[in-house]
């Protein structure tokens, strides 16, 4: 899923292209891709983008007489840009974004349909689509540690909820976790003041670095490739592969097809988390620290 380093990158390379430009028509292939009906989709045609946001990981394209379109990428979903009048792709294509100088196609891969766009009108019925998530740049430590506390979860599913903390999914609390050196499955209620304090930093910390990376990637062009997984990631996506602060293999933990990845020497005191599905089926033989692995 395309989080915030992700949505900045594409707000940052649609701005010169869309900005002071009119929606000069808007093509819907995909009947589940809106959710919206009044006003009509139409009503969004002709009218100039004044501006462009985010709210958590949605983007907002904000129109003429207060209309905002709202786009939220989900887990599959991405933006292309085009020349003009760019066919919408029969597989994957969702919808088509036509202006002036170009074409954008917000496709979706995958068979399953997640990806929405709202069409609202003024600011009250926009902000009625923010989930609630803080935003962490401008958090007080008391703000963070309310938002994170709000429910009592694991780190790792605390951080990724965006009615309490906004624009950060799995891939970047894993690396968040890894430069705070806490454990993905430690409980947010158990942390001291001091894990707090550094939890907060590395979240400031990885999102900064890494929307730096994916704005300065983009260059003048536009983000083509956007993928949960880089290869300057420390443990996202690097099962098996040695830690970049000590060396250890980077482990893995597979739950409903989502994976969390994390170092055991770094985060967790040299245990080796147990995976629901492999730690059943080999028991005993399943390793509990690094040194048996």
């Not at 907002?60 to 007489?65: A, G, K, Q």
């Not at 938002?147 to 968040?176: N, V």
């Not at 597979?254 to 059943?280: F, H, I, K, M, P």
Request: proline letters at 6%.
């Amino acid at each position: 899923m395309p989080e915030l380093p992700e949505i900045a990158a594409y707000i940052t390379a649609l701005g010169p292209r869309v900005v002071d430009k009119p929606l000069t028509g808007l093509r819907v292939a995909s009947f589940s891709l809106l959710k919206t009906y009044d006003p009509p989709i139409e009503a969004a045609i002709g009218k100039k983008v004044s501006s462009l946001s985010r709210i958590g990981k949605r983007i907002v394209f904000s129109l003429e007489d207060s209309f905002h379109l709202v786009v939220h990428l989900m887990v599959a979903g991405r933006f292309h840009w085009h020349p003009p009048a760019k066919p919408i792709p029969k597989k994957y294509g969702l919808a088509a974004f036509d202006f002036p100088e170009g074409t954008l196609l917000l496709t979706e891969a995958g068979t399953k349909r997640r990806a929405s766009l709202h069409l609202v009108v003024g600011d009250s019925a926009l902000a009625d689509l923010d989930p609630g998530g803080i935003e962490i740049a401008e958090a007080s430590i008391n703000e963070f540690k309310a938002a994170l506390q709000a429910e009592r979860h694991t780190l790792k599913r605390a951080l990724s909820d965006a009615r309490f903390i906004s624009g950060i999914g799995g891939a970047f609390a894993d690396e968040i976790l890894h430069a705070a050196r806490l454990s993905p499955l430690q409980m947010n209620t158990n942390l001291s003041d001091d894990e707090i304090e550094r939890l907060l930093a590395a979240a400031n910390e990885v999102i900064d670095h890494w929307t730096e990376i994916r704005v300065t990637e983009t260059g003048d062009g536009f983000p083509e490739k956007v993928t949960a997984f880089h290869p300057q990631m420390a443990v996202h996506g690097k099962y098996g592969e040695p830690c970049p602060v000590c060396g250890a293999p980077v482990q893995r933990i597979v739950y409903s097809s989502r994976e969390t990845n994390y170092c055991a020497s770094c985060q967790t005191d040299g245990r080796v988390l147990a995976d629901r599905s492999l730690s059943r089926l080999l028991k005993d033989d399943w390793p509990s620290n690094i040194d048996e692995l």
